[in-house]
């Protein structure tokens, strides 16, 4: 089975700190994925990567920036966190082609920004 | 540009009931995917469904199936015999065939009681 390792499950964080939060996958897949979960607007893609330092923006990219320096993990970054980016944040991977395999996601993490 | 719609936020079922949840899509591509994932509470994001556009055939997965209605562009998903266990978030999502990004709708709480 497919594992996606998000390293927080809870975190909470102060106005204006960089804060960085990692997705370590074992299965050797080429896309990974960051998402944001808000309640009633489901899951908005924050940024992509298709390959080693390889990204795309999705379409909520402002404010965050990602790193992929090894194809295992995927790091999101909030250069200067604010109170409006508290949410759940979910990170995905799938291997290849968009429709073969489902994507897998990690448990996620609940960011709290005060 | 693309869209996923749920129109229902929250639906409760009986155990051992059947219970359908509602997608609608808009799109003007011809091949693509369709899914249905399942959050649980405090869970990881799992796929429970999964559809291609160019198969006329719904797909089906034990006790959960869907009507795929092309020309209407809809998408539903139809539990049978729900189980406690089946109370989740459910999120129905879209990927074309040539895209990296997967749309996802807003989400479906569904309670089922005891």
């Known amino acids: 089975d497919v594992k996606v390792t998000q390293s927080s499950r809870y975190l909470v964080k102060r106005t204006g700190e960089k804060v960085f939060l990692e997705c370590v996958q074992d299965m050797d897949h080429e896309n990974m994925f960051w998402y944001r979960q808000d309640p009633g607007l489901g899951l908005r893609l924050i940024y992509f990567?298709?390959?080693?330092?390889?990204?795309e923006k999705g379409d909520i990219p402002e404010g965050y920036s990602v790193s992929r320096e090894k194809k295992e993990r995927f790091s999101l970054i909030l250069e200067s966190a604010s109170t409006n980016q508290t949410s759940m944040y979910l990170c995905?991977?799938?291997?290849?082609?968009?429709?073969?395999?489902?994507?897998?996601f990690g448990d996620g993490t609940r960011l709290s920004i005060l | 540009a693309q869209t996923v719609t749920q129109s229902q936020p929250e639906m409760s079922v009986q155990e051992a009931e059947t219970v359908t949840l509602s997608c609608t899509y808009d799109?003007?591509?011809?091949?693509?995917?369709l899914f249905w994932y399942k959050q649980p509470p405090s869970r990881q994001m799992i796929l429970v469904i999964r559809q291609e556009a160019y198969k006329q055939q719904n797909a089906t997965e034990n006790r959960f199936s869907v009507n795929f209605q092309k020309a209407a562009k809809s998408f539903s998903l139809k539990i049978s015999d729900s189980q406690l266990g089946d109370t989740a978030m459910y999120f129905c999502?879209?990927?074309?065939?040539?895209?990296?990004?997967?749309?996802f709708g807003a989400g479906t709480r569904l309670f089922v009681k005891a």
């Open positions: 990567s298709y390959d080693v330092k390889m990204k």
């Open positions: 999502a879209f990927i074309d065939t040539g895209g990296f990004k997967t749309i």
């Open positions: 799109t003007s591509e011809s091949n693509y995917y």
């Open positions: 995905a991977t799938y291997l290849s082609g968009p429709g073969d395999q489902p994507q897998h």
